[in-house]
């Protein structure tokens, strides 16, 4: 079996949001860490792999220095890495990122491909739905849990409220929710050997079946008017009334504010 | 010359501080506090590999160098100078005596379970008559067939009662010499707890490092297999001298490692506390004893690092190993003294980690040869 997780290096929001004075992100200015979310899906990836034997290639697209996270991605247990990187690929949206990398998995056999939910930076959660509707396959999100079962993935989607049980053939793509799993630790012999293997170098000349207009900024239909970081809204106000008394609470501050 | 980490020992840096911070910094005030062995930390080490970090990997290492180690047990020692020693005593005192002087079998028997953390390790020379001067030891080996018996006792031993395999250093023989003075000829052996004759004495209540098992070892008739002497005959002084050369190593950055974790608590601490309106950082004092603390770490980090890479290169490195074991140790003793001090009242109460890191301190200065017995060391290559 063959698996494929899409990663991305994001800066770590964790320590807040620092902005550039044109309203992009300051990259250099906040630590890189591999995305939360993708992290989930390598560590589904990985456990795949120590029960079956499966081979895991990580893949990212980015600047050179995402070299760091698809190393992290071996110390931690995958056994390839490709990075998709070139010039004419930057600034990309969802709709270019996505069309590169579906480009750079033509170029290599999987049953399934995992990403993460979302990237911490964008918060779109588009990507991975879109490499599986570039590449014709199935593909289920949210992904609480994911078992392999034969040629097929059994994988709980969640909800808000509940989960749905679904069962697709193979190749398909998963995206995974960080709370799928806790991620394993990278193991020092594991930093070692990842600094001693090959990562695969790609760019523009690699992609398989992709229009030039289809990628980087110029290939970006989205056009980000204003970024901003999320903010916190307050703790609110909570109050026990019964139904009746309720309704005449939420219609009184409706009308305050001039909602209604 | 190049004093910058590469990538990978940069990476190897990112892992032991995630690890320290989020599985090992949470328990150390409650480890102190009841005097427990973290074993759910050890277990999870062993997990993560760091039970055996420069074991090649044919003996279920994970092949890295001692530069890695050495960096593995400062950061862990940042948060908790228990879960630092655990892992130095495992490491430096038992499996690497094994890996040096151990027979194939002995290397496959012992060293595969130790490195993947499967079993713990500890090192046995020291006597209740016997410290820096440990030619006084009293406990002998005798051969009876195919076995050493083993009788006396080892006092102070770390990761005692909790560790599976034990080496053991004894006297199989006295001789005289020209001069007809009688002469200690010491062995050194491998005992597995569970062997016959062999149980732990009382548990020392020790001011620092109180989550660490430091127990006496009581050897009556013990009986183990003939084949597991450690090295020649006779050898046992020399291995147990070039053990704690390597061990010395590990206690320093273990200091190194408690000297940091206290600036690291003492920069955030005189931001934060205010007196007279403005915070203590302000202060022109505290800024110079923040400055000094900062230089003599750096210097301490550059010793300690020179020993493990003189460790990976050099057939010998007594010298650069206690240089750097008592200029890491008097560092850190007098950072966290200075650090409580910065901390004023709060620095004696309990609930701050610094006070717990001042307590841990010390023993740096005393076990693996105190600082003394650095100094002979370091002078004696000079005189020699």
């Known amino acids: 079996m063959k698996i494929v997780v899409c990663i991305k290096q994001v800066p770590d929001t964790k320590g807040g949001v620092k902005f550039n004075p044109d309203g992009t992100l300051d990259r250099a200015g906040m630590l890189a860490i591999m995305n939360p979310d993708d992290k989930a899906g390598l560590e589904a990836a990985l456990r795949i792999k120590d029960e079956t034997g499966a081979e895991v290639t990580v893949v990212t697209m980015g600047l050179p220095k995402a070299d760091d996270v698809l190393r992290e991605a071996m110390a931690m247990g995958a056994d390839k890495a490709i990075l998709v990187t070139d010039r004419v690929l930057g600034g990309a949206d969802t709709w270019a990122t996505s069309t590169t990398i579906a480009g750079a998995l033509r170029n290599i056999d999987y049953d399934l491909i995992i990403t993460g939910r979302q990237a911490i930076d964008g918060d779109t959660a588009q990507v991975g739905p879109q490499i599986a509707e570039h590449l014709g396959i199935p593909v289920i999100s949210y992904a609480a849990d994911i078992k392999v079962e034969g040629d097929s993935i059994i994988v709980k989607r969640q909800y808000e409220d509940r989960y749905h049980e679904l069962k697709a053939k193979m190749p398909c793509l998963v995206t995974a929710l960080s709370e ?7 193991t020092p012999g594991g ?21 030039d207009g289809d990628i980087g900024l110029a290939g ?28 005449a609470y939420i219609m009184g501050k409706l009308k305050e504010r001039h909602v209604i | 010359m190049d004093f910058s980490l590469d990538k990978k020992h940069e990476m190897a840096r990112k892992l032991f501080n995630d690890f320290a911070e989020t599985e090992v910094k949470p328990l150390a005030q409650e480890v102190d506090e009841t005097e427990r062995f973290p074993q759910e930390t050890v277990d999870k080490m062993a997990k993560a590999g760091f039970m055996g970090i420069p074991v090649p990997k044919e003996y279920g290492g994970q092949g890295c160098d001692p530069l890695t180690y050495i960096m593995c047990v400062e950061e862990l020692s940042k948060v908790c100078g228990t879960t630092g020693v655990i892992v130095s005593a495992h490491t430096s005192l038992c499996i690497d005596p094994i890996l040096t002087y151990g027979t194939e079998e002995q290397k496959q028997k012992y060293v595969r379970p130790l490195a993947t953390g499967e079993k713990l390790g500890a090192f046995a020379l020291t006597e209740p008559g016997a410290g820096t001067d440990a030619q006084g030891a009293q406990t002998k080996a005798v051969l009876d067939g195919d076995e050493w018996v083993l009788n006396g006792s080892k006092c102070f031993i770390t990761n ?10 004894a006297i199989t023989s006295i001789t005289e010499d020209k001069k007809g003075r009688k002469k200690k000829n010491f062995s050194a052996f491998i005992v597995d707890k569970g062997a016959p004759g062999f149980s732990f004495g009382t548990k020392e209540k020790k001011m620092g490092i109180r989550g660490s098992s430091t127990y006496e070892l009581i050897f009556e008739d013990c009986r183990i297999p003939k084949e597991n002497i450690l090295g020649p005959e006779g050898k046992g002084f020399p291995i147990a001298m070039h053990t704690l050369d390597g061990g010395r ?23 934060e506390r205010k007196q007279f309106g403005r915070s203590i950082a302000a202060q022109q004092n505290t800024q110079f004893k923040l400055a000094d603390m900062a230089a003599r770490i750096d210097a301490a980090q550059m010793l300690v690092y020179k020993a493990a890479i003189a460790k990976a290169n050099q057939k010998v490195y007594s010298v650069e190993a206690a240089k750097a074991k008592l200029f890491a140790a008097e560092t850190a003793m007098a950072v966290t003294t200075q650090v409580v001090q910065l901390f004023g009242g709060y620095g004696y109460i309990r609930e701050y980690d610094v006070e ?7 023993i740096t200065e005393i076990y693996e040869g105190t600082s003394e017995v650095q100094r002979m060391v370091i002078s004696g290559a000079l005189l020699k």
């Open chain 2, 249 to 271: 190593i590990g206690i320093a950055a273990q200091a190194l490692g408690i000297a940091e974790g206290a600036l690291d608590r003492a920069i955030a601490y005189t931001k």
């Open chain 1, 220 to 247: 970006s239909p989205t056009k980000i008017a204003k970024a901003s970081d999320k903010v916190r809204k307050g703790a609110g106000e909570k109050v026990v009334l019964d139904p009746t008394e309720s309704v």
């Open chain 1, 180 to 186: 799928l799993n806790v991620p394993r630790y990278m």
């Open chain 1, 191 to 211: 930093i070692f050997d990842a600094y001693d293997k090959e990562v695969t170098v790609w760019g523009r000349k690699d992609l398989k079946d992709v229009d």
């Open chain 2, 160 to 169: 005692g009662k909790v560790a599976d395999v034990y080496i053991v250093i």
């Open chain 2, 356 to 362: 717990r890191m001042m307590r841990d301190a010390k």
